[in-house]
């Protein structure tokens, strides 16, 4: 099974450093950060710069699994609505030069206190439907990641995805920002089963004292959750995100291989 990492805990170092540890830790495939504080990927690139990005990934053995910008379309400002919305389009037309057919975005962080769930989700919705309209025009898939206060409730995160209900938009399921949010990864599974689109394969210790680990030394039950995304059919990315307390390296060596020894005790 290949496996894929992005480049989040690397948040630090410049994109080289960050590819080239991806690949000597034997991932086959990287989704590639867009947003503060490391633009591992970025708008603003030259061509040259972005042509070598790509060119560096290819020669380590790589393939670009996805473009991961920042997003936030809980916005009830008309002119931030309309940046977002202009935002996502420039990041669409980023993903399609890396070669990638996979935006990863995030819905939107905190309810309004002065906002109803019905009218978050309307404003969530409204900025979201003309990016999907140009992501299908341009054969990019939106995966909105399992993040945020919005972003995890399972509920309006449905709403979201079935009130524009197209092919072109699903879920990137975060295991552990579904569990430290109370959400069980599995139901999320259960709900959004073939609108899961990406993954970010993380795990957690949860409790009073939560913290990141790296994948198989936290409290989710991997093995079930790989179980039952397989049964969807799931045919993207198995990716790995880092957000533990030990160095990138490490972290990433120790999730790398743990999932190898699952998915091949699942073959």
Same mark, same amino acid.
């Not at 935002?87 to 906002?115: C, N, Q, S, V, W």
């Not at 140009?134 to 009130?163: C, K, M, P, W």
């Given at each position: 099974?290949?496996?894929?990492?992005?480049?989040?805990?690397?948040?630090?170092?410049?994109?080289?450093?960050?590819?080239?540890? =991806?690949?000597? @830790?034997?991932?086959?495939?990287?989704?590639?950060?867009?947003?503060?504080?490391?633009?591992?990927?970025?708008?603003?690139?030259?061509?040259?710069?972005?042509?070598?990005? =790509?060119?560096?990934?290819?020669? @380590?053995?790589?393939?670009?699994?996805? =473009?991961?910008?920042?997003?936030?379309?809980?916005?009830?400002?008309?002119?931030?609505?309309?940046?977002?919305?202009?935002?996502?389009?420039?990041?669409?037309?980023?993903?399609?030069?890396?070669?990638?057919?996979? /935006?990863?975005?995030?819905?939107?962080?905190?309810?309004?206190?002065?906002?109803?769930?019905?009218?978050?989700?309307?404003?969530?919705?409204?900025?979201?439907?003309?990016?999907?309209?140009?992501?299908?025009?341009?054969?990019?898939?939106?995966?909105?990641?399992?993040?945020?206060?919005?972003?995890? $409730?399972?509920?309006?995160?449905?709403?979201?995805?079935?009130?524009?209900?197209?092919?072109?938009?699903?879920?990137?399921?975060?295991?552990?920002?579904?569990?430290?949010?109370?959400?069980?990864?599995?139901?999320?599974?259960?709900?959004?089963?073939?609108?899961?689109?990406?993954?970010?394969?993380?795990?957690? =210790?949860?409790?009073?004292?939560?913290?990141?680990?790296?994948?198989?030394?936290?409290?989710?039950?991997?093995?079930?959750?790989?179980?039952?995304?397989?049964?969807?059919?799931?045919?993207?990315?198995?990716?790995?995100?880092?957000?533990?307390?030990?160095?990138?390296?490490?972290? /990433?060596?120790?999730?790398?291989?743990?999932?190898?020894? @699952?998915? $091949?005790?699942?073959?």
């Amino acid at each position: 099974m290949k496996l894929s990492a992005n480049t989040w805990c690397y948040r630090d170092f410049d994109r080289e450093t960050a590819f080239k540890s =991806i690949a000597r @830790l034997g991932f086959d495939g990287v989704e590639i950060i867009a947003h503060p504080p490391c633009w591992h990927a970025d708008t603003t690139d030259t061509a040259e710069r972005r042509q070598a990005s =790509i060119k560096l990934i290819k020669e @380590l053995g790589m393939e670009i699994v996805a =473009i991961s910008p920042h997003t936030e379309y809980l916005q009830f400002d008309e002119y931030r609505r309309r940046q977002e919305i202009e935002h996502t389009m420039a990041m669409i037309d980023l993903a399609k030069l890396y070669g990638t057919d996979i /935006l990863r975005i995030f819905a939107g962080g905190r309810f309004p206190e002065d906002k109803s769930r019905e009218e978050c989700i309307e404003t969530v919705i409204k900025a979201l439907k003309p990016c999907v309209d140009y992501a299908e025009h341009r054969g990019i898939i939106l995966a909105v990641e399992s993040h945020g206060q919005f972003g995890t $409730d399972i509920d309006a995160l449905a709403a979201v995805i079935n009130g524009i209900d197209s092919p072109c938009l699903g879920i990137t399921l975060d295991t552990s920002n579904f569990a430290v949010n109370g959400v069980d990864p599995l139901r999320a599974i259960d709900v959004f089963n073939k609108r899961i689109y990406h993954t970010h394969l993380k795990d957690s =210790i949860l409790g009073p004292n939560r913290k990141g680990t790296a994948v198989g030394e936290g409290s989710l039950d991997f093995p079930a959750i790989i179980k039952k995304l397989m049964a969807t059919g799931y045919k993207g990315k198995y990716c790995v995100e880092y957000e533990g307390t030990e160095a990138p390296d490490i972290g /990433l060596e120790k999730s790398f291989n743990y999932l190898k020894k @699952l998915f $091949d005790n699942l073959a």
